[in-house]
């Protein structure tokens, strides 16, 4: 009795209707066994009475491109799913650089991990903590609240998962050179950002301050970028335009003595791109006065000085106001830790199958930065292959055997489709007759030794895919994809045929679209890298930048957000205000 | 000859010009002085070449309400300015209360200090640094930058001032309550209000936290604002907004354990404003089911507990989550310093008289919440007033004779008007029948003690001007109109008649004018108490409230931000990301 008054209180709070229509729902609550069940579905925090079996526990480490991507398209009502972040938001990570020079806010780019789930099926629980060991044996993970000491207790917790979605990124990677912790910027997080953005105007003032020598200025002036891979060259970029549009009206006594640098150890910047866009993006910087050191390795930052090789010049130190480490990425400890416990100690970073699931472990997934796919290779499986391949058991392929289980295997080994591409072939016969020397398709039969002639070099064409947003991103709208069907494909598998046991995998492998690549370069110019090599580069390419970037906004808050961020930099400029 | 080619340099710079240019100029400044005089005024960074008598240099610290509203209005062009001050901008601190939940971002009510400055004539001079020490006897201040550690040598340097604008604003008042210092948030700076912002929303991350006891949340859910004046009581109701309009929904599982106390030593909050005010504020925070404690005092907190004394309780321990301390304010130690120096060390404040000069000083003003106006009692001067009135020296004061210098005591001795006004006396001669008893007005006659009788209550009427943005602001405005006139002011005093001395004042002693002050209530309710003791209370104040804050912006920049960020917030709620 007690406990159906005690729905009745809750039912009638979750209708929220008054006591004279409470009256009613306990009449029926008490005869029908069924309305109580949906009175109790419908309670956030009450007592858990089982329907069926449990639900599977998903618990997700992150929420960055990946973490974000897969909560978005999961089917949360499917699973309980837990995710634990120390940020409780998703930033728009590629518009960091422009977040340095307050271009846009940082509040303009991130939106609040439950805003993204309130609207979502289910209960999405949240915990704002950091996950410090990952335990595969025992299926749980060990997190700890990094908020403040006014937690009782040290604030430590373990989560028990049924799947477990690893998307933890990276760090950035100092390559252990000695002083980068201590007195380089970063810039992978809305802090790092943040941070930039005080310490150039702290240069400024710094510079400003009577009883200096124009040395002093100069050195307080110097802004240093390690590194010229994208975030680097639109850092440089970001800062050069803050400074000409914005900081030379209001410094005018030092404007002159600013001197923005980029370092690279490799011979040009933004190698990652085509020929073209490099060269442009070099002359640009040339005639924006920003000084490109290529082939300069940083051996040694002190807070006063950087210090670097060059074949030709030997060991230079330059003095330097503020500096910004943007050289890639390394493995974070605790991946290195999960790297140990499941066997995978000798690699650099941890490595999954093409299904994202993480090597060595059982429903462990990994995506995003922190991992990276180990592509199955054509010649491991070569044999196997042949076997699947013929039929007839006759020694030799026909090409109309293999015509039957090519798709399966390009499905399986993209590369395949891949080299052809790259060889410009429409077809796979072309691969034979290319081996064989035959050119009437019918008669050609291959054994073994020709089939590995035939595949030889198609392996050459596995590359391991960019630490980008738009692969994360990808990865996690994939994976909650075979989530949503885990069910359904479990009795009507739709991946390949397996090569070396029979039947089909559940899932297609996850295929990689690129999208295109941005390099914003200042002065209201962008290059771009579109599929197909496609180049763009100018002014109409940074109103594809803009609107390309307000489209991929994670909410309309935030795009609305980000637009008028762009309109008030347009009409009043940036802010230079220290806080 | 070196020094010829030093300025041919600084000119070509200066005119952008090239070298063909440039030796054009230097023929000219070899045979014409003058225009090495005009090259060089132009100069942004160069030698100084006196031009007639060096202007008087002018050193503004602080750029609060009351150093900003100086520099906003004077006339650049007659003085050499300089500015210290450890913030490079001005905060609309008014809105401080709306920054801590998000209602408005920190951004928007900021405004560099060189974007006020750049629209003026002359060249005003700014240094992010903090005054540690003001040396009147020496006409100099001294200056240690903040900022990072990377400046070579210790930062510090000495400005020398012909005259010295003090501006620097008051600290919060603990009242040594051991533990304040390091347990609770301060409401007076922006950085307070963002780390405040990002508390909040650590509490409900934290309470949500698994394997906590319900009471474990509640504690860390328990927010505390001690001191129930405007500011804490903006802050109590802000929050409580913030937490129903847009965290309950976020947090529906921690939503109910939600708690926020306001601690007052006094019988009632909001004791400066009308009865009225006080009553509605403290039902409506009933109603909203804010626990408002009267008559606690706080005597000690601690990282987990807050005590406080009743006389009826006795001692109380409290659990609580979050702390605001906005009991009031102290004075700055360099403030103590300079009281020391003048002679007012036993003073709580830094005393100035009615224009603004400090007592004990040459050439120093003071303004502000540093400062308070002493007001000169006119019974310290009445036998003096008497004496001046007195023309022809019979020994008795005729009505005529005293209307003759009415005039001036009024605006020298603002109580006696003030005085007039509160018994609702239209005239002084109303005062004089009151005292003499006599009713024709033409043969009243006073001897001095009469004349002193007459005048005995006056002084009663005489009040501290409240720490209120609206003060600080008019007095900036007012002293920049006596240096803006100056000279003319010399020649031509504008003043009232001096009491001991002959002559006149050069200019009018400072006048307060009240326009009303708000008090936002939550709920878009806000209660106004406006000049003539006009109350006004409810949903068409908060609009009222938007219009005046909105038209109180410092630039057309911040002005439309605000105005953004409340919309953005009608639209969309409140921001929760922890950054």
Known sequence: MRFTTFVLDRTSQALGRGPSISKLVVLFAVSSGGLVAYADSRLDNGVEIPQGPPKKKVVVLGTGWAGTSFLKNLDTSLYDVQVVSPRNYFAFTPLLPSVTCGTVEARSIVEPIRNIVKKKDGQVKFWEAECFKIDPANKKVLCRSNIGT???GNGEFAVEYDYLVVALGAKSNTFNTPGVEENCHFLKEIEDAQKIRRSVMDCFERACLPNLSDEEREKNLHFVVVG????GVEFAAELHDYVSEDLAKLYPNVKDLVKISVIE???HILTMFDKRITKFAEDKFQRDGINVKTNFKVVKVSNKAITMTNPSTGEVSVPYGMAVWSTGIGTRPVMMDLMKEVGQAGRRVLGTDEWLRVLGTNNVYALGDCAT????KVMEDVSAIFKVADKDNSGTLTVKEIKEVLDDICVRYPQ?????????MTDFSYLLKDSTGNVNEDSIELNIEEFKKALANVDSQVKNLPATAQVAAQQGEYLARCFNRMKQCEEKPEGPRRIREPGRHRFRPFRYRHLGQFAP???????AQLPGDWISIGHSTQWLWYSVYASKQVSWRTRMLVVSDWTRRFIFGRDSSCI
């Open 416 to 424: 395949v489709e891949l080299y052809l591409k790259t060889k410009q």
């Open 265 to 267: 150890a490799g011979e």
């Open 521 to 527: 370069l200042g002065g209201e110019q962008t290059a």
């Open 228 to 231: 010229g891979g994208p975030t």
């Open 150 to 152: 006014n937690l009782d």
């Open 373 to 376: 796919i180990s592509q199955r």
